[in-house]
């Protein structure tokens, strides 16, 4: 029996043996990027985003959709986020939509936006009259 080919030029590993990719903070991405272990975001990403998880600095930022498992965010992000758990420190600053399981909002994160609670992020409507959901603008009480 003949294999199908894989011209993705990745090897499938296991994410939980898989070592964390980095992208530094001089660095700029114009694509988009799939993986499927963990992703250490302090570069600019202007593109989709797919990872098994993903720690975002202060001076990461993505213009696009992210996709994952688990995000941490504490840079900037304008578009979608859609994953099962989401946590926004207290420097992060986004700017769109977030489809989540869990959601986690330190004082000081600054969220403009709608979020809605799914127990399937990824495959979440983006239509909204379907979809409860909320506003929400949240800055540290000083």
Not at 43 to 48: L, M, T
């Amino acid at each position: 029996m003949k294999k199908p080919a894989n011209n993705s030029g990745m090897t499938a590993r296991s994410s939980a043996t898989a070592t964390p990719s980095i992208i530094g903070s001089d660095v700029q991405i114009e694509g988009n990027i799939r993986t499927i272990g963990e992703l250490q975001l302090d570069g600019n990403i202007i593109g989709d985003l797919a990872c098994g998880g993903l720690v975002m600095g202060e001076t990461g930022s993505v213009k696009g959709t992210i996709t994952a498992d688990n995000v941490t965010i504490r840079g900037k992000v304008n578009g979608e986020v859609r994953a099962r758990s989401v946590r926004l420190e207290k420097s992060s600053v986004v700017e769109g939509d977030i489809y989540h399981e869990s959601l986690s909002v330190e004082a000081g994160a600054k969220l403009t936006g709608h979020f809605a609670h799914t127990n399937s992020p990824a495959e979440a409507k983006a239509d909204k009259t379907e979809t409860p959901s909320f506003v929400a603008k949240k800055e540290a009480a000083e």
